[in-house]
């Protein structure tokens, strides 16, 4: 497998991406909810057509996982594309200018090539399996940081918070109380890749999907960043749970999450 050319391909679908997003941004016309806080736009639906035809005319036995539309394939293939079109819809739909475009390349279930694209900075964030993490041609690495009071971090939250507040809110206080500060961005995609380069310390979240953290856990993965569930076990796309971190503190914060 040609994994250059697989991430070429990514980096292309993700600029066409880019075009259709930074197009709506401040013009949509149409917003609509799949859940009670979970937003869907129309820039959401063309970014991801425009993402798998660009690679399906590329690959066109390759099969697709993809965030408004499911799972597509001609045929079942060992090669899988995971995409999440607009990592952020909430962000985007207020014009706040932190999402992405989230593109991951899977052989036999084994994440080997991320690319992940925020439209409004031009940051592009990559990664092949086994090759190192980059923002654009720069190798990026985790940060040095040993002390979790030198440390900032990342969270977000689940769509449905009700069902286990009180959990979030404990492990949110306990991480509070230890950081230097807290940020909560509303893109895990962007969260995976800030730890990527060291901006963030660490990031953990709860009930996200794989199109959310494909791209970004390897670029993290790439850039020196541990990677575990909640309980220290090693993280796979449909756990329900993520921590990353530059890895000095990925023990004081699984004791913070542990509740």
């Known amino acids: 497998m040609d994994l250059e050319r697989i991430k070429d391909t990514g980096i292309k679908a993700a600029y066409k991406s880019a075009a259709i997003l930074n197009h709506y941004l401040g013009n949509l016309t149409s917003v609509r909810k799949k859940g009670p806080t979970d937003l869907v736009t129309e820039a959401d639906v063309e970014s991801e057509k425009a993402i798998i035809q660009t690679i399906r005319s590329r690959f066109p036995d390759h099969e697709f996982m993809a965030e408004e539309s499911g799972l597509s394939r001609t045929a079942p293939s060992p090669c899988q594309w995971i995409i999440d079109p607009l990592d952020g819809t909430t962000n985007f739909a207020h014009q706040i200018p932190l999402f992405c475009t989230s593109i991951a390349f899977a052989e036999n279930g084994e994440v080997l090539v991320g690319v992940v694209l925020n439209p ?13 993490a980059f923002l654009k041609n720069t190798p990026i690495h985790v940060s040095r940081e040993k002390n979790i009071s030198g440390s900032l971090l990342a969270t977000g939250f689940p769509y449905d918070v009700a069902p286990g507040i009180d959990a979030t809110l404990g492990r949110l206080k306990n991480c509070l109380k230890a950081a230097q500060g807290l940020r909560r961005l509303g893109s895990a995609a962007l969260d995976l890749c800030f730890v990527a380069t060291g901006r963030f310390e660490g990031f953990w979240e709860e009930n996200l ?51």
């Open 209 to 259: 999907k794989p199109w959310d953290t494909a791209a970004g856990t390897l670029i993290a993965e790439e850039a020196g960043a541990r990677i575990t569930d909640f309980k220290g076990a090693p993280y796979t796309l449909d756990k329900k749970e993520i921590l990353a971190t530059n890895g000095h503190i990925h023990q004081r914060m699984l004791s913070f999450l542990e509740i």
């Open 120 to 132: 409004v900075s031009g940051e592009l964030f990559t990664a092949i399996r086994g090759k190192g």
